[in-house]
């Protein structure tokens, strides 16, 4: 087998990351079979000899370094130098040399005293363990000969047993037991024995063997040995690969390689020679290939070949950086310098040559990479690809572009009719759609001129087309359901009426100034209730359905929504998923029943379209995170297993190549199901176990109980046992890391016992078993992946480049096929990837990983018998991205903007490549528990890591800093560290402090006492919070700086000095005389204005409801008369809302009427229990204020002046929709109730009985987008710059606790045509609603002089808005810079027009509807 392990062209430029630094991991032993020295590791100090830094056996030449099979120390086998169980000993005088657990809780102890000259060898034995009968049997091992010697000196009451042992007994003390043995031979070199207690004979063994103890040698003995230089180098070598191939400093390498050294003088010292030694360091005919060293030159010409390897050993030992060109030559010379350096002693070169290297292997290392058309001198050679060209929007094929223009799209038919509609039916469109078809397109567009519904469908199909379609009064539901047909009066000529439904035929488009024809149908409804229109199309007998289901036209926002209600199943396959969870019993029994299920369910799956394939994917990944039960009371052969499995994949395969629009969702299932295969695959699972363990002799315990697990229903926990077991042996029978194994990877000892044939012991291996285990259980782990796991690296390339096996009873007679018609050179990059997979520098692994994805992905779009086969391959390489960029996330510690970015890159194109659909690369999904783990297990996590990584690099790039000051107020208090604001937000602290707050939503009160908040979390700048701080001169930043934050978090309970500006804060620790002089600073803040704040209690004024032109301060609060006061003095082009409402006094009023005396009695009760400060009383204060009822005069003087402006009245859809209202009015009521302001008022002691609440009612306007403007830039208090945000939706996102960041801009007043944008929005998420009627708080306690009310109250719209994921790579706000300006400069006209309006800086909330701005409430900027 030929280990390469470099790959560079010319010796200028050796000192790169291509060279190989591991080989595979899969050697057969279970030991990775390391190609190269790592010189670094156990390297001489500065001044020790050439020799000693060169310890190759490989030439570094031309294009690769090589090492053969037979070398002398390029490729080491694990040496077992004392095949018992050997208890290390250190140098100390005494030190403990070992420590067991034994059966039953015993534990033995055993130390060892190191001898100076003249002195004993002490070995003191102790057992927590009483009895009279207990005996050590034990003996002496003299000069390595593994028989007994029975020491001359015993101690007391040792007799002989049968001159085979010594028996001494033990010394008693209360739960313990003693024993010391004094060794006074020289030539004993270890120590064995037993424990016995003979009463019982009972007797404690090491694991079925002897204790040996190495006893340390005499350094007497020592001086007079040496060992050759060479060993010493490989021994140290080893040293570093059982240890994990750590870095070590200069001083830990000088240690490594004395203790290395001092290691092969003891083995000299008992009696190894050094023939020896080397043949079990090395190979032993390895001493014959050496000999080929005189032709390398004459003493003073140092080949170039030797240079390059010196050069090599230099840059690995520097921790292999990148070197520039110039860097690389000087290295190169530096080499040269050390070697001459060697010369000069008197070494000879054919010595040099003998430590370092080895002949006969530049042929062969040019002769091999004359194939190779990757590889350059740093990395793989990418080829240049398009990344635009795995971008897809849609899930149908893009239309090919010939020639890249700067030219805009021309614009296909439909769009086209969608213009002309759009100029022709002006702003009343409702909602708007365009469906691609394969390579045609549907448009549904719907709007609403003068209170009818139009709908208009248009399509570019040239063949003859009918619409099938039906009106419902039910969201998704046709009335056929409930033998109602559309009425005649809707229906366009030509329909025919059929049984429940209509069809019509679509119709050449009037609109004749279009250069290309379309089809098209116009639906016109003039009654009300109908909230959508189902339809499916018909051409040429067939049907066409959106992704298999019906279409659906809804009547107002159309919108992606996130599943709310979880219990009726909308948004769902339901009857898919019933089926499934009717099934879940019967798939319990194994993983056969389970995966047989699902190929039964494919079929049914595609019928429902790709909801039908989430569902399959939902309860395939609960089963793959062992959410469901993989085993109950059934036992299933390995094979029908995988058979099962097998089966499964195919069918997959088959949907996959069939469907393209399921891939991405096909491939995410495929991810959570193993291979499986027919035949003997499965089979294998049952018969390697019993090679194991005939071949080890471990037919008894842990291994043939798991025997029986696999035997009855294997399952993927058996990958992750084997390993287990695996990394138990390495770990020279460590049991813990056999149990961490397990448990990292979920297996606890529950699960174990849990399985039909649990799993009651652990293992308890013999070290003489342990090569043999190694190996066997390294080959057993392919059989069980070839199985379980298909997305395995290591098992899907071998499944694609094939493999052949014929003996030593693992995959006996297995011969896998390579897959025909791979790529050029394809064999090669994934041999690179194998040799890569475990580098601590990724950049190289990252690079072949992703040239692999892009070289295979034409073949995933093409039929082909093994494309699973590819598919597991593809999702191995996408995981493997994923670990790759974990590993190398250190790395990026010191990185710079643009690395950071490159990785980016890199795992951006690493998304593209895995889903089919890319609008997951501009969401951010927090939706629920399972959406989230599955985000965290794929490629879009990397991604996440990355960008947060990027965050203060880009900042202080931009020399941002790392603050944002939302609320720049310089204070003095003391540090508190809290995990949430909301938390703390109802207590009051007892001095001034500043708190620490890791989570800041956005919508929570500051706590009585706060000085000052600091925080990583990133509410808006204009969220509630924020206001609040700045109303309250309060100190409010963000940091960025994680170093930052940790050193402010170590100084919790101190007091600090915070001094911000616009864009830092600068902190200090203020001691001594300062800490009275700044709690007088303190002092002089808080007294403000709060003693000035008073109320007036409001009176009713004998109306229920009043119109905008009565609003005064008598009947109304200061949000309702600002609104009414803009009404027609603000320009046309600024819309105002409708408002009405229910002034003053009103809801006491309604407390006092008569059918309302129940609740009045329970509110005066919860009142009382309030006044007793039992705080839980406010919870029921609002539940009770909840069943009031309204009378009859409300009801009235509400709808008349609801009517009488213009306004809908929600009763006449019915009586349903006006209790909807009601509720919504008291909700407004009960908020006087909320804990936040009820704290609020009470800290600034207003009376809060005399807090009155007025109700503003307003028809809300469906909005495109939501603003807050604050006409006085809030965070550097510059009065000509307007600072605003906005966001997606109505702007509850904006104030309230969503998370991410709205878009945020300034502009100056003298120049509104340029805003500035100073961010862009990450909401993942935003609000819509249907058209209806929001019901706005409107107290007598807002905007009071000194005290900051707003936002304390509820404002409660009639109908629940949906939440919605939000696409920004489609929202012209982000992508068209036009529209942007546009947009942006009339909210800040708006602003300025406002401002000057009132006379003072204003804090405005508004939005925008197809361009219009509608301003919704005004009031002073604080």
Same mark, same amino acid.
């Given at each position: 087998?030929?280990?390469?392990?470099?790959?560079?062209?010319?010796?200028?430029?050796?000192?790169?990351?291509?060279?190989?630094?591991?080989?595979?991991?899969?050697?057969?032993?279970?030991?990775?079979?390391? +190609?190269?020295?790592?010189?670094?590791?156990?390297?001489?100090?500065?001044?020790?000899?050439?020799?000693?830094?060169?310890?190759?056996?490989?030439?570094?030449?031309?294009?690769?370094?090589?090492?053969?099979?037979?070398?002398?120390?390029?490729?080491?086998?694990?040496?077992?130098?004392?095949?018992?169980?050997?208890?290390?000993?250190?140098?100390?005088?005494?030190?403990?040399?070992?420590?067991?657990?034994?059966?039953?809780?015993?534990?033995?102890?055993?130390?060892?005293?190191?001898?100076?000259?003249?002195?004993?060898?002490?070995?003191?034995?102790?057992?927590?363990?009483?009895?009279?009968?207990?005996?050590?049997?034990?003996?002496?091992?003299?000069?390595?000969?593994?028989?007994?010697?029975?020491?001359?000196?015993?101690?007391?009451?040792?007799?002989?047993?049968?001159?085979?042992?010594?028996?001494?007994?033990?010394?008693?003390?209360?739960?313990?037991?003693?024993?010391?043995?004094?060794?006074?031979?020289?030539?004993?070199?270890?120590?064995?024995?037993?424990?016995?207690?003979?009463?019982?004979?009972?007797?404690?063994?090491?694991?079925?063997?002897?204790?040996?103890?190495?006893?340390?040698?005499?350094?007497?003995?020592?001086?007079?040995?040496?060992?050759?230089?060479?060993?010493?180098?490989?021994?140290?070598?080893?040293?570093?690969?059982?240890?994990?191939?750590?870095?070590?400093?200069?001083?830990?390498?000088?240690?490594?390689?004395?203790?290395?050294?001092?290691?092969?003088?003891?083995?000299?010292?008992?009696?190894?020679?050094?023939?020896?030694?080397?043949?079990?360091?090395?190979?032993?005919?390895?001493?014959?290939?050496?000999?080929?060293?005189?032709?390398?030159?004459?003493?003073?010409?140092?080949?170039?070949?030797?240079?390059?390897?010196?050069?090599?050993?230099?840059?690995?030992?520097?921790?292999?950086?990148?070197?520039?060109?110039?860097?690389?030559?000087?290295?190169?010379?530096?080499?040269?310098?050390?070697?001459?350096?060697?010369?000069?002693?008197?070494?000879?070169?054919?010595?040099?040559?003998?430590?370092?290297?080895?002949?006969?292997?530049?042929?062969?290392?040019?002769?091999?990479?004359?194939?190779?058309?990757?590889?350059?001198?740093?990395?793989?050679?990418?080829?240049?690809?398009?990344?635009?060209?795995?971008?897809?929007?849609?899930?149908?094929?893009?239309?090919?572009?010939?020639?890249?223009?700067?030219?805009?799209?021309?614009?296909?038919?439909?769009?086209?009719?969608?213009?002309?509609?759009?100029?022709?039916?002006?702003?009343?469109?409702?909602?708007?759609?365009?469906?691609?078809?394969?390579?045609?397109?549907?448009?549904?567009?719907?709007?609403?001129?003068?209170?009818?519904?139009?709908?208009?469908?248009?399509?570019?199909?040239?063949?003859?087309?009918?619409?099938?379609?039906?009106?419902?009064?039910?969201?998704?539901?046709?009335?056929?359901?409930?033998?109602?047909?559309?009425?005649?009066?809707?229906?366009?000529?030509?329909?025919?009426?059929?049984?429940?439904?209509?069809?019509?035929?679509?119709?050449?488009?009037?609109?004749?100034?279009?250069?290309?024809?379309?089809?098209?149908?116009?639906?016109?409804?003039?009654?009300?209730?109908?909230?959508?229109?189902?339809?499916?199309?018909?051409?040429?007998?067939?049907?066409?359905?959106?992704?298999?289901?019906?279409?659906?036209?809804?009547?107002?926002?159309?919108?992606?929504?996130?599943?709310?209600?979880?219990?009726?199943?909308?948004?769902?396959?339901?009857?898919?998923?019933?089926?499934?969870?009717?099934?879940?019993?019967?798939?319990?029994?194994?993983?056969?029943?389970?995966?047989?299920?699902?190929?039964?369910?494919?079929?049914?799956?595609?019928?429902?379209?790709?909801?039908?394939?989430?569902?399959?994917?939902?309860?395939?990944?609960?089963?793959?995170?062992?959410?469901?039960?993989?085993?109950?009371?059934?036992?299933?052969?390995?094979?029908?297993?995988?058979?099962?499995?097998?089966?499964?994949?195919?069918?997959?395969?088959?949907?996959?190549?069939?469907?393209?629009?399921?891939?991405?969702?096909?491939?995410?299932?495929?991810?959570?199901?193993?291979?499986?295969?027919?035949?003997?695959?499965?089979?294998?699972?049952?018969?390697?176990?019993?090679?194991?363990?005939? &071949?080890?002799?471990?037919?008894?315990?842990?291994?043939?109980?798991?025997?029986?697990?696999?035997?009855?229903?294997?399952?993927?926990?058996?990958?992750?046992?084997?390993?287990?077991?695996?990394?138990?042996?390495?770990?020279?029978? *460590?049991?813990?890391?056999?149990?961490?194994?397990?448990?990292?990877?979920?297996?606890?000892?529950?699960?174990?016992?849990?399985?039909?044939?649990?799993?009651?012991?652990?293992?308890?291996?013999?070290?003489?078993?342990?090569?043999?285990?190694?190996?066997?259980?390294?080959?057993?782990?392919?059989?069980?992946?070839?199985?379980?796991?298909?997305? *395995?690296?290591? +098992?899907?390339?071998?499944?694609?480049?094939?493999?052949?096996?014929?003996?030593?009873?693992?995959?006996?007679?297995?011969?896998?096929?390579?897959?025909?018609?791979?790529? +050029?050179?394809?064999?090669?990059?994934?041999?690179?990837?194998?040799?890569?997979?475990?580098?601590?520098?990724?950049?190289?692994?990252?690079?072949?990983?992703?040239?692999?994805?892009?070289?295979?992905?034409?073949?995933?779009?093409?039929?082909?018998?093994?494309?699973?086969?590819?598919?597991?391959?593809?999702?191995?390489?996408?995981?493997?991205?994923?670990?790759?960029?974990?590993?190398?996330?250190?790395?990026?510690?010191?990185?710079?903007?643009?690395?950071?970015?490159?990785?980016?890159?890199?795992?951006?194109?690493?998304?593209?490549?895995?889903?089919?659909?890319?609008?997951?690369?501009?969401?951010?999904?927090?939706?629920?528990?399972?959406?989230?783990?599955?985000?965290?297990?794929?490629?879009?996590?990397?991604?996440?890591?990355?960008?947060?990584?990027?965050?203060?690099?880009?900042?202080?790039?931009?020399?941002?800093? +790392?603050?944002?000051?939302?609320?720049?107020?310089?204070?003095?208090?003391?540090?508190?560290?809290?995990?949430?604001?909301?938390?703390?937000?109802?207590?009051?602290?007892?001095?001034?402090?500043?708190?620490?707050?890791?989570?800041?939503?956005?919508?929570?009160?500051?706590?009585?006492?706060?000085?000052?908040?600091?925080?990583?979390?990133?509410?808006?700048?204009?969220?509630?919070?924020?206001?609040?701080?700045?109303?309250?001169?309060?100190?409010?930043?963000?940091?960025? *700086?994680?170093?930052?934050?940790?050193?402010?978090?170590?100084?919790?309970?101190?007091?600090?000095?915070?001094?911000?500006?616009?864009?830092?804060?600068?902190?200090?620790?203020?001691?001594?005389?300062?800490?009275?002089?700044?709690?007088?600073?303190?002092?002089?803040?808080?007294?403000?204005?709060?003693? %000035?704040?008073?109320?007036?209690?409001?009176?009713?004024?004998?109306?229920?409801?009043?119109?905008?032109?009565?609003?005064?301060?008598?009947?109304?609060?200061?949000?309702?008369?600002?609104?009414?006061?803009?009404?027609?003095?603000?320009?046309?082009?600024?819309?105002?809302?409708?408002?009405?409402?229910?002034?003053?006094?009103?809801?006491?009023?309604?407390?006092?009427?008569?059918? &309302?005396?129940?609740?009045?009695?329970?509110?005066?009760?919860?009142?009382?229990?309030?006044?007793? @400060?039992?705080?839980?009383?406010?919870?029921?204060?609002?539940?009770?204020?909840?069943?009031?009822?309204?009378? &009859?005069?409300?009801?009235?003087?509400?709808?008349?002046?609801?009517?009488?402006?213009?306004?809908?009245?929600?009763?006449?859809?019915?009586?349903?929709?006006?209790?909807?209202?009601?509720?919504?009015?008291?909700?407004?009521?009960?908020?006087?109730?909320?804990?936040?302001?009820?704290?609020?008022?009470?800290?600034?002691?207003?009376?809060?009985?005399?807090?009155?609440?007025?109700?503003?009612?307003? @028809?809300?306007?469906?909005?495109?987008?939501?603003?807050?403007?604050?006409?006085?830039?809030?965070? %550097?208090?510059?009065?000509?710059?307007?600072?605003?945000?906005?966001?997606?939706?109505?702007?509850?996102?904006?104030?309230?606790?969503?998370?991410?960041?709205?878009?945020?801009?300034?502009?100056?007043?003298?120049?509104?045509?340029?805003?500035?944008?100073?961010?862009?929005?990450?909401?993942?998420?935003?609000?819509?609603?249907?058209?209806?009627?929001?019901?706005?708080?409107?107290?007598?306690?807002?905007?009071?002089?000194?005290?900051?009310?707003?936002?304390?109250?509820?404002?409660?719209?009639?109908?629940?808005?949906?939440?919605?994921?939000?696409?920004?790579?489609?929202?012209?706000?982000?992508? *068209?810079?036009?529209?942007?300006?546009?947009?942006?400069?009339?909210?800040?006209?708006?602003?300025?027009?406002?401002?000057?309006?009132?006379?003072?800086?204003?804090?405005?909330?508004?939005?925008?509807?197809?361009?219009?701005?509608?301003?919704?409430?005004?009031?002073?900027?604080?």
């Amino acid at each position: 087998m030929s280990n390469s392990i470099g790959r560079n062209v010319l010796h200028q430029s050796l000192l790169c990351s291509t060279v190989f630094e591991h080989q595979s991991n899969r050697h057969s032993s279970g030991i990775p079979a390391n +190609s190269l020295f790592q010189a670094v590791s156990i390297n001489q100090p500065a001044g020790a000899s050439a020799a000693r830094k060169s310890p190759l056996s490989t030439k570094f030449y031309g294009t690769s370094l090589n090492a053969r099979p037979k070398m002398a120390m390029g490729r080491h086998r694990p040496v077992l130098i004392t095949p018992r169980a050997v208890l290390a000993v250190d140098s100390a005088s005494e030190q403990l040399a070992g420590k067991f657990n034994l059966e039953g809780n015993v534990e033995l102890q055993i130390t060892v005293g190191a001898p100076t000259p003249g002195s004993l060898t002490q070995v003191n034995i102790e057992i927590s363990y009483s009895s009279n009968s207990l005996l050590l049997h034990w003996g002496a091992i003299r000069d390595k000969k593994e028989k007994w010697v029975l020491p001359s000196r015993q101690p007391d009451g040792t007799k002989n047993y049968k001159n085979r042992a010594l028996r001494t007994p033990f010394v008693s003390s209360a739960s313990k037991s003693f024993v010391k043995i004094e060794i006074d031979d020289p030539a004993i070199v270890a120590v064995e024995f037993l424990i016995l207690d003979e009463a019982q004979n009972k007797w404690f063994k090491n694991n079925g063997a002897n204790f040996h103890v190495k006893l340390p040698i005499r350094e007497e003995l020592i001086q007079n040995v040496s060992v050759p230089e060479d060993l010493v180098q490989t021994q140290a070598y080893l040293r570093w690969e059982r240890k994990g191939k750590q870095i070590y400093t200069p001083e830990q390498e000088k240690e490594e390689y004395e203790a290395a050294r001092t290691e092969l003088l003891e083995e000299i010292v008992r009696g190894t020679s050094v023939e020896d030694l080397r043949a079990k360091l090395t190979n032993k005919n390895d001493r014959q290939e050496i000999k080929e060293s005189s032709s390398h030159g004459t003493k003073n010409a140092i080949p170039d070949d030797l240079v390059q390897i010196q050069s090599y050993i230099r840059w690995e030992r520097a921790g292999k950086p990148n070197y520039s060109a110039d860097q690389q030559l000087r290295e190169f010379e530096e080499a040269r310098k050390e070697l001459q350096s060697e010369l000069e002693k008197g070494i000879s070169l054919d010595e040099i040559w003998k430590k370092i290297t080895k002949g006969e292997i530049q042929t062969k290392v040019s002769d091999q990479l004359k194939t190779k058309k990757y590889f350059r001198t740093e990395r793989i050679q990418r080829k240049q690809r398009d990344f635009m060209q795995i971008l897809n929007k849609h899930v149908a094929e893009p239309t090919e572009k010939k020639n890249i223009s700067v030219e805009p799209k021309a614009l296909t038919p439909v769009e086209l009719f969608v213009g002309a509609t759009e100029e022709q039916e002006g702003d009343s469109i409702l909602n708007k759609k365009i469906y691609k078809l394969a390579d045609k397109e549907l448009l549904v567009l719907v709007h609403k001129p003068g209170g009818k519904t139009k709908i208009h469908l248009a399509t570019d199909f040239k063949e003859p087309l009918i619409l099938h379609w039906a009106l419902s009064k039910k969201a998704g539901e046709w009335l056929m359901y409930g033998l109602q047909a559309p009425p005649p009066s809707v229906l366009p000529a030509g329909s025919v009426l059929l049984s429940g439904s209509v069809e019509t035929t679509f119709t050449t488009s009037s609109l004749a100034d279009l250069p290309y024809q379309v089809q098209s149908i116009e639906i016109e409804i003039e009654e009300e209730g109908y909230v959508g229109m189902p339809f499916v199309l018909q051409s040429g007998g067939n049907w066409i359905k959106n992704k298999g289901s019906d279409f659906y036209v809804d009547f107002s926002y159309e919108s992606k929504q996130v599943q709310q209600d979880f219990g009726d199943g909308k948004g769902t396959a339901k009857a898919l998923l019933e089926k499934i969870a009717g099934l879940e019993i019967e798939a319990q029994k194994s993983f056969m029943h389970r995966f047989n299920i699902a190929a039964d369910l494919i079929q049914e799956a595609k019928e429902a379209g790709e909801l039908g394939f989430a569902g399959i994917l939902v309860w395939m990944r609960f089963m793959a995170t062992r959410q469901l039960i993989w085993n109950k009371n059934y036992n299933v052969k390995p094979r029908e297993i995988s058979k099962a499995q097998d089966r499964l994949t195919d069918l997959l395969q088959n949907v996959y190549i069939s469907n393209p629009e399921y891939r991405e969702i096909v491939r995410m299932i495929l991810s959570t199901v193993g291979r499986g295969g027919e035949g003997d695959v499965g089979q294998r699972i049952r018969d390697e176990i019993l090679v194991i363990q005939r &071949n080890n002799n471990c037919k008894g315990g842990m291994m043939e109980e798991w025997h029986q697990k696999l035997h009855n229903n294997t399952s993927p926990d058996d990958v992750i046992i084997c390993q287990a077991l695996i990394d138990y042996i390495k770990s020279d029978f *460590d049991i813990s890391a056999y149990w961490k194994t397990l448990n990292d990877n979920g297996i606890t000892k529950e699960r174990l016992l849990s399985y039909d044939r649990a799993i009651h012991s652990e293992p308890n291996f013999r070290r003489d078993q342990k090569d043999g285990l190694l190996r066997d259980l390294g080959n057993y782990m392919r059989t069980l992946k070839a199985v379980h796991s298909g997305a *395995d690296l290591e +098992s899907a390339i071998t499944n694609c480049l094939g493999y052949r096996s014929e003996g030593q009873g693992f995959m006996v007679g297995v011969q896998i096929n390579p897959i025909p018609n791979l790529p +050029s050179g394809f064999p090669e990059l994934l041999q690179f990837v194998s040799e890569h997979v475990e580098d601590r520098n990724v950049e190289a692994l990252l690079e072949g990983l992703l040239e692999a994805r892009q070289e295979i992905r034409p073949l995933l779009c093409k039929h082909n018998d093994r494309l699973k086969d590819l598919l597991f391959l593809d999702i191995a390489l996408e995981s493997s991205v994923r670990t790759a960029i974990e590993k190398g996330y250190e790395e990026l510690n010191e990185a710079g903007p643009e690395k950071i970015m490159y990785f980016v890159s890199l795992i951006l194109e690493n998304l593209a490549l895995s889903l089919d659909d890319n609008e997951d690369l501009i969401y951010c999904l927090k939706v629920d528990i399972f959406t989230e783990e599955m985000i965290r297990a794929g490629s879009a996590a990397a991604l996440s890591l990355l960008l947060n990584r990027l965050d203060p690099v880009l900042r202080k790039t931009a020399s941002l800093g +790392s603050w944002q000051v939302i609320s720049p107020v310089e204070v003095f208090g003391y540090v508190a560290v809290v995990d949430e604001l909301l938390a703390v937000q109802d207590k009051s602290y007892d001095r001034p402090t500043i708190l620490l707050a890791r989570r800041v939503k956005g919508e929570e009160e500051i706590p009585d006492g706060t000085v000052a908040v600091l925080t990583a979390d990133m509410p808006d700048v204009l969220s509630h919070v924020s206001v609040r701080a700045r109303n309250c001169k309060v100190c409010f930043a963000t940091c960025f *700086d994680p170093n930052i934050l940790a050193d402010l978090q170590s100084n919790e309970g101190k007091m600090l000095h915070l001094k911000p500006t616009s864009a830092d804060i600068a902190y200090s620790v203020v001691e001594g005389s300062e800490l009275q002089d700044s709690s007088s600073a303190n002092l002089k803040e808080e007294d403000g204005p709060s003693s %000035s704040v008073t109320l007036v209690k409001k009176q009713f004024a004998g109306r229920y409801a009043i119109t905008s032109d009565e609003f005064t301060g008598e009947l109304v609060g200061a949000k309702s008369r600002n609104i009414a006061y803009l009404k027609g003095k603000v320009p046309s082009w600024i819309g105002i809302p409708t408002s009405v409402a229910l002034p003053f006094g009103v809801f006491e009023k309604v407390l006092s009427d008569n059918i &309302n005396q129940a609740v009045a009695e329970k509110l005066q009760i919860l009142k009382q229990k309030l006044g007793e @400060e039992d705080h839980s009383a406010l919870r029921e204060i609002r539940e009770t204020v909840l069943q009031m009822k309204a009378p &009859n005069q409300l009801v009235q003087e509400l709808k008349t002046k609801m009517k009488s402006s213009g306004m809908p009245w929600p009763g006449d859809e019915g009586e349903q929709r006006w209790e909807q209202a009601w509720m919504a009015i008291k909700k407004v009521w009960a908020s006087k109730w909320n804990e936040r302001a009820f704290f609020s008022t009470r800290r600034v002691k207003l009376d809060h009985e005399y807090l009155c609440m007025a109700v503003l009612v307003q @028809e809300i306007i469906n909005a495109d987008y939501a603003f807050v403007i604050h006409t006085t830039n809030p965070s %550097s208090g510059d009065s000509s710059e307007i600072y605003a945000e906005v966001v997606k939706g109505l702007g509850e996102t904006l104030v309230g606790a969503y998370p991410g960041r709205a878009l945020s801009f300034v502009c100056k007043k003298n120049d509104l045509k340029y805003p500035r944008v100073l961010g862009y929005p990450s909401k993942p998420i935003g609000l819509f609603i249907r058209r209806s009627i929001i019901f706005r708080s409107d107290s007598n306690g807002e905007d009071l002089e000194g005290y900051a009310g707003a936002g304390l109250y509820d404002s409660v719209p009639m109908d629940e808005a949906e939440k919605v994921v939000l696409d920004y790579s489609s929202d012209r706000l982000i992508t *068209d810079g036009h529209f942007q300006q546009s947009i942006l400069s009339s909210i800040a006209r708006a602003g300025c027009e406002i401002e000057e309006l009132f006379g003072s800086a204003q804090d405005i909330e508004g939005v925008v509807r197809d361009g219009k701005i509608y301003v919704v409430q005004t009031r002073p900027q604080m």
